[in-house]
Nanobody, 122 residues
Framework: VQLQASGGGLVQAGGSLRLSCAAS????????IGWFRQAPGKEREGVSC????????VYADSVKGRAAISSDNAKNTVYLQMNSLKPEDTAVYYC????????????????WGRGTQVTVSS
């Protein structure tokens, strides 16, 4: 299983970014992809999850209404569109994969990719 997160960068508060998670090595349609983030000195927290198998999405309260997760099954890629970004969104963003959305507890997810840095300036 390989996961590659990309799309991070430096953006001003109020701006937008689209993160991508390219997946390989498993049957994409049978899995779920979760987005997590980790700010310096803080624990890794769940941001959003999409289950291709069960056809549902979920968002953390901290991003609800500002984030949209989607998948392109033909490209084995999940996207996280982040709008109205705030300085507190600054973190390294990771994508993870497993057979279902395990929720926001990072330890429950089996497969991880390297992160992509998102920095939001005020």
């Amino acid at each position: 299983v390989q996961l590659q997160a990309s799309g991070g960068g430096l953006v001003q508060a109020g701006g937008s970014l689209r993160l991508s998670c390219a997946a390989s090595g498993f049957t994409f349609d049978d899995y779920a992809i979760g987005w997590f983030r980790q700010a310096p000195g803080k624990e890794r927290e769940g941001v959003s999850c999409i289950s291709m198998r069960d056809d549902f999405t979920v968002y953390a309260d901290s991003v609800k209404g500002r984030a949209a997760i989607s998948s392109d099954n033909a490209k084995n890629t999940v996207y996280l569109q982040m709008n109205s970004l705030k300085p507190e969104d600054t973190a390294v963003y990771y994508c993870a994969a497993d057979i279902t959305c395990h929720g926001p507890i990072a330890a429950m997810w089996r497969y991880w990719g390297r992160g992509t840095q998102v920095t939001v300036s005020s």
